[in-house]
């Protein structure tokens, strides 16, 4: 079955640095891969969508990645900031016909003054 | 535009009880997903709605169903509560045209069940 991962450890960094998350997807090959952040007691906020045949996507401070060789999404947060602490969650579609999505995790970031 | 919105924000029921909890897409969105959140299992999800017709499932067993009304509105209904349905039930709408995937969330409806 389709599995979308993420490292559930919890990210710390100092403000200023850059965090890299990572998602892994395992059996199946998605057509684009969805970027969420998620404070808590919220719902998710979308924050990049990136397709297979893009290398990389950015907005701002942001910044994915898709390796579709790897199998794999890595999304950058430059110059982080203390707001930027939240749950981040990487998401692709249930299927081809609908616009549902399996999430993993989430990775919890956390930056420190 | 009015952002996703349900009702009620909180619930709590007892085990064997049913629940009914209403998701409000925003203005134009004929999709609707509905999610369930646990610490333990994350985001998971329940089933999506189009255009009034179920076009997904997720592995939930059939005590959870769903529906949506030709306004896009939906509902979904949790029958013979279990401990283990406690969570943040999470909605989310998207315009449902390829290229405007974006999924946009409700604040959610946090439901215990004692």
């Known amino acids: 079955s389709q599995k979308i991962e993420q490292n559930s450890e919890a990210l710390n960094i100092q403000e200023g640095k850059t965090a890299t998350l990572t998602c892994n997807y395992t059996?199946?090959?998605?057509?684009?891969l969805q970027w969420y952040r998620q404070d808590p007691g919220r719902g998710p906020v979308f924050l990049l969508l990136i397709r297979e045949n893009e290398k990389e996507k950015r907005k701002e401070r942001l910044k994915v990645t898709f390796d579709t060789t790897l199998k794999q999404s890595l999304f950058h947060i430059t110059a982080s900031q203390p707001a930027d602490s939240a749950t981040y969650l990487c998401a692709s579609a249930v299927s081809n016909s609908g616009y549902a999505l399996n999430f993993g995790k989430g990775t919890s970031l956390l930056v420190t003054p | 535009k009015a952002g996703v919105t349900q009702t009620p924000r909180y619930l709590i029921k007892t085990r064997g009880q049913q629940v009914t909890l209403s998701c409000s897409p925003i203005s134009g969105h004929r999709s609707v997903s509905w999610y369930q959140q646990t610490p333990g299992q994350g985001l998971q999800f329940l089933f999506e709605?189009?255009?009034?017709?179920?076009?997904n499932k997720g592995n939930f067993p059939g005590r959870f169903s769903g529906r949506q009304f030709s306004n896009s509105r939906s509902e979904m209904n949790v029958s013979t509560l279990e401990l283990g349905d406690s969570a943040l039930y999470l909605c989310?709408?998207?315009?449902?045209?390829?290229?405007?995937?974006?999924?946009?969330f409700g604040p959610g409806t946090r439901l215990l069940v004692l």
């Open positions: 059996n199946y090959s998605p057509a684009y």
């Open positions: 709605y189009f255009s009034e017709t179920q076009r």
């Open positions: 989310a709408s998207s315009r449902g045209f390829v290229d405007q995937e974006t999924q946009y």
